[in-house]
């Protein structure tokens, strides 16, 4: 039998105060706040670390659940199920009806969410009926029966001590606010992005200004305005240095038109140590141990300057870096290993190219079947792509056609990277499932699940989250829960996976 619970991980303020309290005492830098504390712990690998951590949860949504159970028609309904059952749920729950009621809940809420033992920046508004939900549906992103309320943000005064310059891996100069440290919703705040030098002059921000700060989000902390009553009668506009303070470089525009200053030289350091720790990421080639601490570690080394020599790095030299145990060494190589049969968007992302992202990366992998064909690519083929402009088609025509980057290729095809896409569609003739909505459901006796949905979008399907009337096919496994009981009610085919694989032409 499958009952899956969904919901959110938290530190409260008690634990989190306590938790720095100790990381104080054995001279440990504290977190910055509770959000980051709780984020950080689940990364971590030591099961019994992420015990230790005051970490709470708030369950409040199904995943798979077996057919035979009787699952309760509402939300309300689904969080008094999970209470009985002995799970910890939202602990403040409205209902209404009406857009006051709604209001008058919101407002409530703001009113009494500082006296909780945990930070909240907002009010997620639901549908209550389960089956109006399945009639809304969901895109891409998020589901339509469904939207988040976030409440003004909190804002602080304070000064503005210095403006710093960050270098992104793109080589993207960011200033930073340097500010005498402020209380904020929860946390400390000592630095705030500026953006870009256009950004500090419609602002007309400068060193030793008293500001106006505010999280974002309840997040990120941002500059809004500046108290010109309180400005200092020396003061003088803010002009950024047109250099690299990593390196030195003279900084450029790519057009004249962009509002963002690039160091121009590849091998900056701090452009090095963002490009291996992108192409690491979870989103990108998802290298378990290849954070921002170990690469900041091998670049210092010396042990790798690109994404390329990553694949000839050694045990011993891995292992011999600071709090790099011989085991975590070997877990991050395995990482390495297993990186080498990703699928080709997640390396074409990984790559750090320009305005390429994601979903950029996974468009030019359904019209490219590998990589060379994508080398090759003139500008035209590239534009002529859903998603692709005329900006992004010049970033990776320009990306593929430089020496050095075409050299990268031939060191990654050197180390065994996959090379193919699996997302490829011919343009020539539709994929067989083209137009098609298909839900997976269950455990298929040899796919795993994402591997399933690889099959599904190359064959030009899209594999959808919940079943509903615009359902084309549903793609069961073993103990498939409540997803095949409602497809079997809605009349809608049910297929096994060699049936899936009889449709996508394997």
């Known amino acids: 039998k499958i009952l899956e619970v969904r919901g959110e991980v938290f530190m409260s303020k008690a634990g989190f105060a306590k938790l720095n309290e100790k990381r104080r005492g054995e001279g440990e830098e504290p977190f910055a706040n509770p959000r980051n504390a709780a984020a ?82 907002g009010a997620v508004i639901k549908l209550n009926p389960l089956a109006l939900r399945e009639q809304c549906g969901a895109t891409a992103k998020a589901p339509r029966w469904a939207i988040a309320y976030k409440y003004a943000a909190e804002q602080a005064e304070t000064v503005l001590n210095a403006i710093t310059v960050q270098v992104g891996r793109t080589g993207a100069l960011t200033p930073v606010a340097e500010l005498e440290p402020v209380f904020i919703a929860g946390s400390t705040v000592s630095r705030a992005t500026l953006h870009n030098e256009e950004e500090i002059a419609r602002k007309d921000i400068r060193v030793g ?56 030289n590849p091998d900056c350091p701090a452009q090095v140590r963002g490009r291996l720790e992108h192409f690491c990421a979870r989103g990108a080639m998802d290298i378990e141990g290849g954070g921002e601490v170990l690469v900041k570690q091998i670049v210092a080394r010396g042990l790798a300057y690109d994404v390329g020599e990553l694949y000839r790095l050694k045990l011993e030299e891995v292992a011999s870096l600071d709090r790099m145990a011989e085991k975590s060494a070997q877990n ?70 430089d020496p050095d980057n075409r050299q990268l290729i031939g060191v990654l095809r050197k180390a065994g990277l996959n090379f193919e ?20 459901t269950g455990t298929l006796p040899n796919l795993k699940r994402h591997e399933a949905a690889v099959k599904i979008e190359a064959a030009g399907g899209k594999v959808v989250s919940s079943v509903s009337k615009k359902t084309d096919y549903l793609v069961a496994g073993e103990e498939a829960g409540s997803k095949l009981a409602k497809a079997e009610k809605l009349s809608i085919p049910v297929l096994g996976e060699a049936e899936l694989l009889r449709l996508c032409g394997d």
């Open 332 to 401: 991050f190589l395995d990482g390495l290993e297993v990186s080498k049969s990703r699928d080709l968007w997640r390396l074409v992302f990984g790559l750090g190219i320009l305005h390429v992202g994601a979903g950029v990366a996974k468009a030019l992998c359904r019209r490219f079947r590998d990589l060379d064909e994508l080398m090759h690519a003139t500008e035209d083929q590239l534009v002529a792509i859903d998603d692709v402009g005329e900006v992004i088609a010049q970033s990776v025509h320009r990306w593929f056609g």
């Open 209 to 264: 200004d008293t500001v106006i700060i505010e999280k974002a989000g309840e997040i990120i902390p941002a500059v809004i305005e500046v108290v010109l009553a309180k400005r200092p009668d020396e003061s003088e506009p803010f002009e950024l240095e047109k250099k690299c303070p990593e390196c030195g470089t003279a900084a450029s525009k790519s057009t004249e038109d962009d509002v963002v200053w690039r160091c121009a």
């Open 40 to 121: 950080g712990s689940l990364k971590m690998l030591d099961p019994q670390v992420v015990a230790e951590r005051p970490l709470g949860v708030f369950l409040y949504g199904l995943g798979e659940v077996s057919a035979e159970a009787i699952v309760p028609d509402t939300q309300v309904g689904v969080l008094d199920w999970l209470d009985q059952l002995g799970f910890p749920t939202p602990e403040r729950i409205w209902t209404g009806r009406t857009h006051d009621d709604l209001v008058a809940s919101i407002n409530e809420f703001d009113a009494d969410r500082h006296e909780l033992d945990y930070e909240t920046d």
């Open 421 to 440: 896409s699996a997302l490829y569609q011919d343009a020539a003739a539709a994929g067989p499932l083209a137009g098609k909505s298909l839900v997976l």
